[in-house]
T-cell receptor, first 114, second 115 residues
């Protein structure tokens, strides 16, 4: 069965701190896709990053970076030098190859204080 | 860049009424998805359409139906509304590219309140 676990319910940091959001997933498929979405207080869901199961290369994009580890079924997301505008709920999501649906984790609420 | 458009953005209905939510995908996207997000919850997949045909189905109540039209826009019809249907309804769209699972881009959502 597919499942996404975000154990951190809420994280609070002070501006300029680095913060890592954890995500652990479960799937029996060998081909799958992982995503991070951001939901600011205004409510929209904003796509941030995706990773395919066959590509374990980790990357950095601006202040965002991610660490995909198939061995531990983890897809962690790091924000460097956090800013107040990063305050939002962050969702990790999983999609398997044979289904359209995204399975979301329960989300991590990040609060960045000035 | 053009995004997914949803209308209306806010909707207030009484119990047992009907509601229709509309979704206009990103230009050239051929697949639309509907999700329901209850207060404090994560989004739950309802249904999806590819080239006007239902392609996947999730936890969509029998009181709900949806379709995709020839211009690729989609409508979610909700009947016999219940208090528990109060939620944020998202539409997402993507371009299906062969065997690759494409990224779903979400609209701003329709906030439905059932009184």
């Amino acid at each position: 069965a597919q499942k996404v676990t975000q154990a951190q319910t809420e994280i609070s940091v002070v501006e300029k701190e680095d913060v890592t959001l954890d995500c652990v997933y479960e799937t029996r498929d060998t081909t799958y896709y992982l995503f991070w979405y951001k939901q600011p207080p205004s409510g929209e869901l904003v796509f941030l990053i995706r990773r395919n199961s066959f590509d374990e290369q980790n990357e950095i994009s601006g202040r965002y970076s991610w660490n995909f580890q198939k061995s531990t079924s983890s897809f962690n997301f790091t924000i460097t030098a956090s800013q107040v505008v990063d305050s939002a709920v962050y969702f990790c999501a999983l999609s398997e190859a044979n289904t359209d649906k995204l399975i979301f984790g329960t989300g991590t609420r990040l609060q960045v204080f000035p | 860049a053009a995004g997914v458009i949803q209308s209306p953005r806010h909707l207030i209905k009484e119990k047992r009424e009907t509601a229709t939510l509309k979704c206009y995908p990103i230009p050239r996207h051929d697949t639309v998805y509907w999700y329901q997000q209850g207060p404090g919850q994560d989004p739950q997949f309802l249904i999806s359409f590819y080239e006007k045909m239902q392609s996947d189905k999730g936890s969509i109540p029998d009181r709900f139906s949806a379709q995709q039209f020839s211009d690729y826009h989609s409508e979610l019809n909700m009947s016999s509304l219940e208090l528990g249907d109060s939620a944020l309804y998202f539409c997402a769209s993507s371009l299906v590219g062969g065997s690759r699972r494409e990224t779903q881009y979400f609209g701003p959502g329709t906030r439905l309140l059932v009184l």
